[in-house]
């Protein structure tokens, strides 16, 4: 499959989470977004930006 059309799915938000399934949820969040914005080729953020221009 190309790169361009991979799609990650969405975390599902657990049902009555705990402090640590939160924790979890939220990580998977931010996976989601960076992984997303990745495929796309546009930096999520001005740091990740500077990353990409040390390469």
Do not use: W
């Not at 705990?18 to 969040?29: D, P, T, V």
């Amino acid at each position: 499959m190309p790169l361009e059309q991979r799609v990650y799915p969405h975390p599902t938000r657990p049902s009555n989470p705990n402090a640590l399934e939160l924790a979890i949820y939220q990580f998977e969040l931010k996976a989601k977004k960076f992984h997303d914005a990745k495929l796309a080729g546009v930096p999520t953020s001005s740091e990740e930006e500077k990353c990409y221009l040390k390469k």
